[in-house]
């Protein structure tokens, strides 16, 4: 089946995504393994905005919009995530680069080292779901969101977005593959209507 295939007739209807799978030894700098760097570098190429609410030591934040909690990090601004998202216009970016913290015990950590107080609302699924709702925002209709994770739910078809591509990163052993989801934003109506 070819990535442009159409599974599905009429409302039914939706595009296969590409699906691949490289091994890379495992790295805490996400964007330094090497097929996600590749996927990264051709997936932004043509975009003129990029923003990355979570930045840390990526080797793109001299092409992005960029945000980290820690201000030991190089970043534009030094804001909680959902905070900096809020803080975005509408429509303003062609690309974001959606690496946060993989599960509740990651965003514990991640609180706690910078002495935040962690609690429910920061390690419930609606910590994530916040960021997602910013994400479709700040999102240029046919822009592109980049999600790394241990799943491949991505941003979402709730929020408007397509998946086009998934790179399952395998590390060997007992480590987690590192999921990356590549999708699109919906730029039409009569698309959110064939997906639904």
């Not at 990264?40 to 909690?69: G, H, Q, W």
């Not at 419930?124 to 779901?129: D, E, K, L, M, R």
Request: aromatic share 8%; net charge negative; hydrophobic share 35%.
């Amino acid at each position: 089946m070819k990535n442009s295939e159409i599974i599905g007739a009429d409302k039914t209807a939706h595009r296969v995504p590409k699906m691949q799978r490289a091994w890379a030894m495992p790295n805490s700098l996400t964007f330094s393994i090497k097929p996600i760097r590749e996927l990264i570098e051709s997936t932004i190429a043509d975009c003129a905005s990029v923003c990355d609410p979570f930045v840390r030591n990526s080797p793109f934040k001299s092409r992005c919009v960029s945000n980290d909690l820690d201000t030991s990090v190089d970043a534009d601004f030094h804001m909680d995530a959902l905070d900096f998202l809020k803080s975005r216009s509408d429509s303003e970016f062609d690309a974001v680069l959606f690496d946060p913290p993989y599960s509740p015990r990651q965003v514990s950590e991640c609180y706690k080292r910078m002495g935040l107080s962690v609690n429910m609302a920061t390690t419930q699924a609606s910590f994530w779901s916040n960021l997602k709702r910013e994400i479709e925002r700040v999102v240029i209709p046919g822009g592109v969101v980049i999600t790394f994770g241990w799943n491949s739910g991505g941003i979402g078809q709730k929020y408007g977005f397509d998946i086009e591509q998934i790179l399952l990163v395998a590390h060997g052993g007992w480590h987690n593959d590192t999921i990356c989801t590549v999708e699109r934003r919906r730029t039409s109506c009569a698309q959110e209507s064939a997906q639904e």
